[in-house]
Protein backbone atom coordinates (compact mmCIF):
# COMPACT_ATOMS: atom_id res chain seq x y z
CA UNK A 1 0.00 0.00 0.00
CA UNK A 2 1.33 3.02 -0.61
CA UNK A 3 0.95 6.08 1.28
CA UNK A 4 -1.32 8.45 1.10
CA UNK A 5 -0.78 10.62 3.73
CA UNK A 6 2.86 10.78 5.64
CA UNK A 7 0.81 11.34 9.16
CA UNK A 8 -3.07 10.27 10.08
CA UNK A 9 -3.83 11.62 13.15
CA UNK A 10 -6.69 10.29 15.07
CA UNK A 11 -8.62 13.19 17.52
CA UNK A 12 -9.38 16.89 16.49
CA UNK A 13 -9.07 18.30 19.70
CA UNK A 14 -6.46 21.00 21.13
CA UNK A 15 -3.31 18.14 21.29
CA UNK A 16 -5.00 16.36 18.12
CA UNK A 17 -5.20 19.93 16.12
CA UNK A 18 -1.21 20.74 17.61
CA UNK A 19 -0.28 17.31 16.15
CA UNK A 20 -1.76 17.72 12.51
CA UNK A 21 -0.57 21.74 12.34
CA UNK A 22 3.00 21.42 13.21
CA UNK A 23 3.46 18.10 11.23
CA UNK A 24 1.69 20.01 8.00
CA UNK A 25 3.95 23.08 9.12
CA UNK A 26 6.99 20.37 8.43
CA UNK A 27 5.76 19.84 4.89
CA UNK A 28 3.86 16.38 5.71
CA UNK A 29 0.57 14.85 3.84
CA UNK A 30 -1.81 14.99 7.05
CA UNK A 31 -5.14 13.48 7.68
CA UNK A 32 -6.49 14.61 10.85
CA UNK A 33 -9.76 12.78 11.81
CA UNK A 34 -12.05 13.56 14.14
CA UNK A 35 -15.33 11.89 15.15
CA UNK A 36 -17.52 14.71 15.96
CA UNK A 37 -16.50 18.39 15.22
CA UNK A 38 -12.96 20.00 16.78
CA UNK A 39 -12.47 20.91 19.98
CA UNK A 40 -15.95 19.38 21.05
CA UNK A 41 -14.29 17.25 23.66
CA UNK A 42 -12.17 18.52 26.57
CA UNK A 43 -10.67 21.23 24.80
CA UNK A 44 -13.94 22.95 24.07
CA UNK A 45 -14.55 22.92 27.80
CA UNK A 46 -11.39 24.33 29.52
CA UNK A 47 -11.41 27.48 30.83
CA UNK A 48 -7.96 27.51 29.30
CA UNK A 49 -5.10 28.95 31.66
CA UNK A 50 -1.65 28.77 31.06
CA UNK A 51 -0.66 27.73 34.59
CA UNK A 52 2.99 26.10 34.23
CA UNK A 53 4.12 27.18 37.55
CA UNK A 54 0.63 27.35 38.84
CA UNK A 55 0.06 23.65 38.13
CA UNK A 56 3.40 22.36 39.18
CA UNK A 57 4.24 20.41 41.80
CA UNK A 58 8.03 20.38 42.02
CA UNK A 59 10.87 20.94 39.75
CA UNK A 60 11.31 18.01 37.33
CA UNK A 61 10.93 16.92 33.55
CA UNK A 62 6.89 17.48 34.34
CA UNK A 63 7.58 20.91 35.28
CA UNK A 64 10.32 21.42 32.36
CA UNK A 65 7.86 20.49 29.98
CA UNK A 66 5.29 22.61 31.29
CA UNK A 67 7.45 25.77 30.90
CA UNK A 68 9.64 25.23 27.74
CA UNK A 69 5.37 24.86 26.33
CA UNK A 70 4.38 27.80 27.72
CA UNK A 71 7.18 29.65 25.88
CA UNK A 72 6.04 27.92 22.91
CA UNK A 73 2.50 29.50 23.45
CA UNK A 74 3.90 33.03 23.34
CA UNK A 75 4.52 32.95 19.88
CA UNK A 76 2.09 30.57 18.81
CA UNK A 77 -0.27 33.05 19.14
CA UNK A 78 0.91 35.65 16.20
CA UNK A 79 1.57 32.67 14.21
CA UNK A 80 -1.95 31.71 14.08
CA UNK A 81 -2.67 35.10 13.83
CA UNK A 82 -0.91 35.52 10.67
CA UNK A 83 -1.90 31.93 8.97
CA UNK A 84 -5.79 32.15 9.98
CA UNK A 85 -6.59 35.95 10.75
CA UNK A 86 -8.07 34.02 14.42
CA UNK A 87 -7.21 35.80 17.56
CA UNK A 88 -6.97 33.09 20.22
CA UNK A 89 -7.10 35.50 22.81
CA UNK A 90 -3.89 35.42 24.30
CA UNK A 91 -3.90 36.93 27.99
CA UNK A 92 -0.29 37.29 29.60
CA UNK A 93 -1.19 38.78 33.33
CA UNK A 94 -0.11 35.73 35.55
CA UNK A 95 -1.90 33.64 37.83
CA UNK A 96 -2.34 34.78 42.23
CA UNK A 97 -2.74 31.64 43.84
CA UNK A 98 -4.42 33.25 46.83
CA UNK A 99 -4.62 32.03 50.78
CA UNK A 100 -7.74 31.93 52.46
CA UNK A 101 -6.68 30.13 55.58
CA UNK A 102 -3.18 29.79 57.52
CA UNK A 103 -2.42 25.87 56.45
CA UNK A 104 -3.07 26.69 52.34
CA UNK A 105 -0.52 29.47 52.83
CA UNK A 106 1.93 27.46 54.40
CA UNK A 107 1.31 25.17 51.14
CA UNK A 108 1.49 28.32 48.80
CA UNK A 109 4.77 29.61 50.54
CA UNK A 110 6.67 26.41 50.46
CA UNK A 111 5.89 26.47 46.18
CA UNK A 112 7.49 30.08 46.42
CA UNK A 113 10.27 28.36 48.29
CA UNK A 114 11.38 25.71 45.53
CA UNK A 115 9.97 27.80 42.28
CA UNK A 116 12.91 30.36 43.81
CA UNK A 117 15.44 27.82 44.00
CA UNK A 118 14.45 26.77 40.71
CA UNK A 119 15.04 30.42 39.64
CA UNK A 120 11.50 31.01 38.58
CA UNK A 121 9.76 34.36 38.70
CA UNK A 122 7.61 33.67 42.02
CA UNK A 123 6.71 36.36 44.87
CA UNK A 124 4.81 36.10 47.70
CA UNK A 125 2.08 39.23 47.97
CA UNK A 126 0.58 40.13 51.51
CA UNK A 127 -3.38 40.56 51.57
CA UNK A 128 -2.78 44.37 51.01
CA UNK A 129 -0.48 43.80 47.95
CA UNK A 130 -2.93 41.36 46.70
CA UNK A 131 -5.88 43.87 47.07
CA UNK A 132 -3.65 46.83 45.07
CA UNK A 133 -2.88 44.37 42.31
CA UNK A 134 -6.74 43.13 42.39
CA UNK A 135 -8.86 45.51 43.97
CA UNK A 136 -12.07 43.70 43.82
CA UNK A 137 -10.79 40.05 45.42
CA UNK A 138 -11.77 38.99 48.83
CA UNK A 139 -11.01 41.05 52.17
CA UNK A 140 -10.45 37.36 53.51
CA UNK A 141 -7.72 36.63 51.76
CA UNK A 142 -4.45 36.72 53.71
CA UNK A 143 -2.07 36.20 50.60
CA UNK A 144 -0.76 34.98 47.66
CA UNK A 145 2.14 33.01 45.37
CA UNK A 146 2.12 35.75 42.56
CA UNK A 147 3.57 33.83 38.96
CA UNK A 148 3.79 36.87 37.01
CA UNK A 149 4.56 34.85 33.90
CA UNK A 150 1.50 32.38 33.75
CA UNK A 151 -1.42 33.25 30.88
CA UNK A 152 -4.78 32.25 29.91
CA UNK A 153 -6.30 31.74 26.49
CA UNK A 154 -9.47 31.13 24.47
CA UNK A 155 -9.75 27.30 24.22
CA UNK A 156 -12.16 26.70 21.69
CA UNK A 157 -11.22 29.48 19.23
CA UNK A 158 -7.14 28.36 20.05
CA UNK A 159 -8.46 24.76 19.05
CA UNK A 160 -10.22 26.20 16.10
CA UNK A 161 -7.22 28.48 14.94
CA UNK A 162 -5.15 25.52 15.26
CA UNK A 163 -7.26 22.79 12.96
CA UNK A 164 -7.95 26.32 10.53
CA UNK A 165 -3.62 26.58 10.44
CA UNK A 166 -3.59 22.88 9.67
CA UNK A 167 -5.61 23.14 6.91
CA UNK A 168 -4.19 25.91 5.54
CA UNK A 169 -0.71 24.34 5.48
CA UNK A 170 -2.38 21.32 3.54
CA UNK A 171 -4.29 19.05 6.15
CA UNK A 172 -7.04 17.59 5.50
CA UNK A 173 -9.10 18.06 8.22
CA UNK A 174 -12.55 15.42 8.79
CA UNK A 175 -14.88 15.98 11.18
CA UNK A 176 -17.38 13.61 11.45
CA UNK A 177 -14.86 11.31 10.55
CA UNK A 178 -14.62 8.21 13.61
CA UNK A 179 -11.26 6.10 12.95
CA UNK A 180 -12.87 2.67 13.10
CA UNK A 181 -9.66 0.48 12.90
CA UNK A 182 -6.24 0.23 11.84
CA UNK A 183 -4.69 -1.27 9.23
CA UNK A 184 -1.46 -3.55 10.00
CA UNK A 185 1.13 -4.68 7.99
CA UNK A 186 3.13 -6.88 9.11
CA UNK A 187 4.70 -5.46 12.40
CA UNK A 188 3.51 -1.99 11.23
CA UNK A 189 0.98 0.15 11.12
CA UNK A 190 0.30 0.74 7.80
CA UNK A 191 -2.80 3.21 8.09
CA UNK A 192 -6.34 3.83 9.36
CA UNK A 193 -9.91 2.62 8.68
CA UNK A 194 -12.62 4.49 8.81
CA UNK A 195 -16.89 3.82 7.81
CA UNK A 196 -16.16 5.11 4.03
CA UNK A 197 -12.17 4.79 3.71
CA UNK A 198 -8.80 3.67 4.00
CA UNK A 199 -6.07 5.62 4.63
CA UNK A 200 -2.78 4.53 3.97
CA UNK A 201 -0.33 6.08 6.43
CA UNK A 202 3.37 6.56 7.75
CA UNK A 203 2.48 6.89 11.33
CA UNK A 204 -0.75 7.08 13.11
CA UNK A 205 -1.16 9.70 16.49
CA UNK A 206 -3.55 9.02 18.63
CA UNK A 207 -4.57 11.81 20.23
CA UNK A 208 -8.27 10.61 21.62
CA UNK A 209 -8.28 12.29 25.01
CA UNK A 210 -10.59 10.60 26.97
CA UNK A 211 -11.32 8.66 23.98
CA UNK A 212 -7.91 7.24 23.93
CA UNK A 213 -8.67 4.16 25.96
CA UNK A 214 -11.66 2.84 23.98
CA UNK A 215 -10.58 4.08 21.03
CA UNK A 216 -7.15 2.32 21.50
CA UNK A 217 -8.88 -1.09 22.37
CA UNK A 218 -10.58 -0.80 19.03
CA UNK A 219 -7.21 -0.37 17.61
CA UNK A 220 -6.02 -3.59 19.68
CA UNK A 221 -3.70 -1.34 22.11
CA UNK A 222 -4.16 -0.77 25.60
CA UNK A 223 -3.82 3.16 27.10
CA UNK A 224 -4.57 3.88 30.93
CA UNK A 225 -6.82 6.95 30.26
CA UNK A 226 -9.56 8.01 32.85
CA UNK A 227 -11.93 10.36 32.60
CA UNK A 228 -11.64 13.32 35.37
CA UNK A 229 -15.10 15.39 35.04
CA UNK A 230 -14.42 18.94 35.41
CA UNK A 231 -17.67 21.17 35.61
CA UNK A 232 -17.64 25.00 34.72
CA UNK A 233 -19.38 28.11 35.22
CA UNK A 234 -19.41 31.15 33.03
CA UNK A 235 -20.27 34.87 34.86
CA UNK A 236 -21.00 37.87 32.46
CA UNK A 237 -18.96 40.73 33.26
CA UNK A 238 -18.85 44.61 31.12
CA UNK A 239 -15.38 44.88 32.46
CA UNK A 240 -13.45 41.87 34.04
CA UNK A 241 -13.14 42.92 37.66
CA UNK A 242 -9.81 40.95 38.02
CA UNK A 243 -6.76 41.26 35.49
CA UNK A 244 -5.04 37.69 36.46
CA UNK A 245 -6.33 34.00 36.93
CA UNK A 246 -7.33 33.72 40.63
CA UNK A 247 -6.84 30.23 42.13
CA UNK A 248 -7.82 29.38 45.59
CA UNK A 249 -8.53 25.66 47.20
CA UNK A 250 -11.87 25.66 45.95
CA UNK A 251 -12.12 27.00 42.45
CA UNK A 252 -9.94 29.65 39.81
CA UNK A 253 -11.14 32.25 38.04
CA UNK A 254 -10.29 33.42 34.39
CA UNK A 255 -10.75 36.78 33.29
CA UNK A 256 -11.72 36.73 29.45
CA UNK A 257 -10.92 39.12 26.86
CA UNK A 258 -14.25 39.59 25.99
CA UNK A 259 -15.83 40.61 29.71
CA UNK A 260 -16.73 36.57 30.87
CA UNK A 261 -15.67 35.64 34.03
CA UNK A 262 -15.02 31.39 34.17
CA UNK A 263 -15.24 29.43 36.75
CA UNK A 264 -13.42 26.16 36.99
CA UNK A 265 -13.95 23.15 38.08
CA UNK A 266 -14.56 19.98 39.45
CA UNK A 267 -12.05 17.26 39.75
CA UNK A 268 -14.91 13.78 39.48
CA UNK A 269 -13.41 10.98 38.63
CA UNK A 270 -15.55 7.60 37.44
CA UNK A 271 -17.59 9.54 35.31
CA UNK A 272 -18.29 9.75 31.69
CA UNK A 273 -21.47 12.02 32.33
CA UNK A 274 -20.38 15.47 31.01
CA UNK A 275 -23.66 17.42 32.31
CA UNK A 276 -23.16 19.55 34.70
CA UNK A 277 -24.63 18.68 38.49
CA UNK A 278 -27.03 21.48 40.79
CA UNK A 279 -24.11 20.51 43.45
CA UNK A 280 -21.32 21.60 40.88
CA UNK A 281 -22.67 24.46 40.01
CA UNK A 282 -23.49 25.67 43.76
CA UNK A 283 -20.38 24.45 45.08
CA UNK A 284 -18.04 26.59 42.26
CA UNK A 285 -20.88 29.46 42.61
CA UNK A 286 -20.18 29.75 46.37
CA UNK A 287 -16.41 29.66 45.89
CA UNK A 288 -16.75 31.86 43.35
CA UNK A 289 -18.45 34.75 45.45
CA UNK A 290 -16.20 34.36 48.04
CA UNK A 291 -13.23 34.70 46.56
CA UNK A 292 -14.99 37.84 44.30
CA UNK A 293 -17.89 39.29 46.16
CA UNK A 294 -18.83 40.83 42.70
CA UNK A 295 -19.66 38.28 41.05
CA UNK A 296 -22.79 37.82 43.11
CA UNK A 297 -24.35 40.37 41.13
CA UNK A 298 -23.41 39.54 37.81
CA UNK A 299 -25.72 37.71 35.38
CA UNK A 300 -25.22 33.65 35.30
CA UNK A 301 -24.19 32.80 31.16
CA UNK A 302 -23.95 28.90 31.80
CA UNK A 303 -22.53 26.13 33.04
CA UNK A 304 -20.86 22.98 31.06
CA UNK A 305 -18.71 19.75 31.82
CA UNK A 306 -15.43 18.62 30.27
CA UNK A 307 -14.07 15.28 30.74
CA UNK A 308 -10.19 15.45 31.52
CA UNK A 309 -8.23 12.56 30.28
CA UNK A 310 -6.55 11.54 33.52
CA UNK A 311 -3.18 9.06 33.63
CA UNK A 312 -2.63 6.89 36.82
CA UNK A 313 0.47 9.73 37.89
CA UNK A 314 -1.26 12.72 36.32
CA UNK A 315 1.23 12.97 33.41
CA UNK A 316 0.60 12.82 29.59
CA UNK A 317 1.30 9.88 27.77
CA UNK A 318 3.51 11.16 24.78
CA UNK A 319 5.40 8.73 22.27
CA UNK A 320 5.58 5.72 20.45
CA UNK A 321 3.33 3.19 21.47
CA UNK A 322 5.84 0.14 21.03
CA UNK A 323 5.25 -3.14 19.02
CA UNK A 324 3.84 -2.75 16.47
CA UNK A 325 5.79 0.41 14.88
CA UNK A 326 4.31 3.31 13.24
CA UNK A 327 2.03 3.74 16.10
CA UNK A 328 2.43 7.12 18.36
CA UNK A 329 0.46 8.33 21.45
CA UNK A 330 -0.47 11.98 22.45
CA UNK A 331 -3.01 12.04 25.20
CA UNK A 332 -3.44 11.67 28.79
CA UNK A 333 -3.07 15.57 29.46
CA UNK A 334 -5.33 15.53 32.47
CA UNK A 335 -4.98 19.06 33.87
CA UNK A 336 -3.10 20.50 30.80
CA UNK A 337 -3.90 19.85 27.51
CA UNK A 338 -4.01 23.43 26.30
CA UNK A 339 -1.13 24.31 27.78
CA UNK A 340 1.42 21.24 26.81
CA UNK A 341 -1.01 21.55 23.34
CA UNK A 342 2.51 23.17 21.38
CA UNK A 343 5.16 21.25 22.64
CA UNK A 344 3.28 17.76 22.22
CA UNK A 345 2.80 19.22 18.33
CA UNK A 346 6.08 19.58 17.57
CA UNK A 347 7.69 16.68 19.48
CA UNK A 348 4.79 13.91 17.93
CA UNK A 349 5.16 15.83 14.82
CA UNK A 350 8.90 15.46 14.74
CA UNK A 351 8.74 11.77 15.58
CA UNK A 352 6.11 10.96 13.29
CA UNK A 353 8.71 12.24 10.53
CA UNK A 354 11.54 9.97 12.05
CA UNK A 355 13.09 13.61 13.18
CA UNK A 356 14.23 13.75 16.96
CA UNK A 357 12.46 16.03 19.37
CA UNK A 358 13.32 18.72 20.67
CA UNK A 359 12.52 17.66 23.78
CA UNK A 360 13.45 14.35 25.95
CA UNK A 361 10.28 12.12 25.69
CA UNK A 362 10.88 9.43 28.02
CA UNK A 363 9.63 10.33 31.56
CA UNK A 364 6.31 10.32 29.45
CA UNK A 365 6.77 7.33 27.73
CA UNK A 366 3.23 5.41 26.78
CA UNK A 367 4.67 2.71 27.83
CA UNK A 368 5.74 3.41 31.60
CA UNK A 369 3.24 1.16 33.33
CA UNK A 370 3.80 -1.80 31.64
CA UNK A 371 4.55 -4.56 34.28
CA UNK A 372 2.19 -2.53 36.39
CA UNK A 373 -1.13 -3.88 35.17
N1 LIG B 1 -6.46 23.14 33.75
C1 LIG B 1 -7.36 23.30 34.79
C2 LIG B 1 -8.30 22.20 34.97
O1 LIG B 1 -8.13 21.14 34.39
O2 LIG B 1 -9.24 22.37 35.69
Redesign the pocket.
Known sequence: MNPSADVVVVGGGVVGCSVAYHAARRGARVVLLEAETVGSGASGA??G?L?AQA?ARGPDSFLDLLLESRKMHRKLGAELYEVTGLDAEYVWEGTLRVALSEAHAEDLSEALRWQREAGLSARWLDGAEVRELEPALSAGISGALYLPEDGQVNSPRLVRALALAAARNRAEVSEGEPASGLIRQRNRIAGVRTARRKIAAGSVVVCGGVASGTLARHLGIRLPVAPVK?QILSVETTTPPITSNVWDEEC?LVPKRDGRVIV??T?EPGTHDRRPTLGGVAGLAGAAIGLLPHLARRPFAGAWGGL?PGTPDGRPLIGPAGDPEGLLIATGH???G??LAPITGDAVSALALGEQPAVDLSPFSPLRFEGQR
Open positions: AAMAEGYGAERYRNVL
